[in-house]
């Protein structure tokens, strides 16, 4: 938009660099170009305002399919006005003099004819296709049409627009015919992802079957040896038990010889023994059998004094221990009064053989 100042009754117009400006004073042509600045009387100004610069235009329409269904289509137009004087004297682009703005709305216009344009060529052709093939090539094939029918359209060109670029940003169906086209691609999709699943399954099946093969034969042939274990135990075991026992053997029949050879020696020295004791004790009997016989004889020939004398002695051999005597008045007495009587003569002592016992 220009921007106008007041000044004394005059007005100051200054445009932007994308601003094309037509101003007519009576009815004349005064000024014409981009990026203008003039004063001016707006008592006898006429002036335009005609945008030079790109201007995107965005359109949705509906169309419907050979097959009757409902299609949503959103596209984008890049347009410019390329004859910026013929676009002024077909479109309204009179600015007010007093506060710049378009007194009317002509790109609103302009917008309106290419959405016409373009949603015309593409519902011709949408119309002759199927769904399946429009959601399929319907981005290319609407952009090129909507391309060629605009490049076409007479009444762009004698307004002066050219158009620079056609997007076709989608085509879409109904909310409900898009679930349902969703639905199979959706099942497939899942079909796979379950085979995957199914396959993944499979695989783990088959190593944890080739796992537990594996340690099957592990532990067959852990069984294995170790039964060839045991019997290499137990033929080491016999062996050693062989060998235990002829060790025992020659052990035993050593100890037999050697308790053979003890036993002789034994029964040589215990019979030699036997001969010494035999002739010892011969010697003794004779020895005391004589002792006997000259203790009898001398005990004949003894009195009877003496054989009371030797019992009395004998038989103090074989009495207690005394430690002390405790003698009374009486015994004194008695005792004082026997050896105040005269004793008898005293017995003849009997003889005896030196170094015989006393009877």
Do not use: C
């Not at 158009?163 to 940003?169: E, F, I, P, Q």
């Not at 002695?313 to 008045?329: C, K, N, Q, V, Y």
Request: hydrophobic share 45%.
């Amino acid at each position: 938009m220009a921007d106008i100042t007041r000044r004394f009754g005059f007005r100051h117009l200054r445009s932007t660099p994308t601003s094309h400006i037509r101003h007519l004073r009576g009815g004349q042509l005064a000024h014409e170009g981009t990026g203008l600045a003039f004063w001016f009387r707006p008592l006898t100004a006429a002036i335009s305002e005609v945008p030079a610069d790109d201007r995107e235009l965005a359109m949705m329409f509906h169309a419907r399919t050979a097959d009757f269904q409902d299609l949503a289509v959103q596209a984008n137009v890049t347009y410019r006005i390329s004859d910026p004087t013929i676009a002024a004297t077909r479109l309204d682009f009179g600015i007010d003099p007093d506060t710049g703005s378009w007194r009317a709305e002509p790109l609103a216009q302009l917008g309106s004819l290419l959405t016409e344009t373009a949603q015309q060529h593409a519902l011709q052709l949408i119309a002759r296709t199927p769904l399946a093939d429009a959601l399929v090539n319907g981005v290319t094939a609407v952009r090129e049409r909507i391309t060629e029918g605009l490049a076409a359209e007479p009444r762009l060109a004698e307004i002066g627009v050219s158009v620079l670029a056609v997007r076709v940003t989608a085509v879409r169906p109904e909310a409900e015919m898009e679930r349902a086209l969703r639905t199979p691609a959706r099942e497939q999709v899942q079909q796979e992802a379950d085979r995957a699943t199914y396959e993944r399954r499979a695989v783990a099946v088959e190593r944890e079957r080739t796992i537990a093969e594996n340690e099957l034969a592990s532990q067959i042939e852990l069984a294995r040896r170790e039964e060839e274990l045991v019997a290499q135990r137990g033929t080491n075991a016999r062996r050693e038990a062989e060998q235990k026992a002829a060790a025992d053997a020659v052990r035993t029949e050593a100890d037999a010889v050697r308790r053979t050879k003890m036993a002789v020696a034994e029964a040589e020295a215990a019979g030699t023994l036997a001969a010494q004791q035999a002739e010892a004790a011969r010697s003794l009997g004779e020895a005391k059998a004589a002792a006997e016989a000259a203790w009898l004889a001398a005990h004949q020939q003894a009195g009877p004094e003496v054989l009371q004398a030797l019992a009395l002695i004998r038989l103090a051999e074989h009495l207690p221990r005394i430690d002390s005597i405790t003698l009374t008045p009486d015994v004194l007495t008695g005792l004082l009064t026997r050896l105040a009587t005269p004793a008898s003569a005293p017995a003849t002592a009997p003889t005896t053989t030196p170094g015989e016992p006393v009877r």
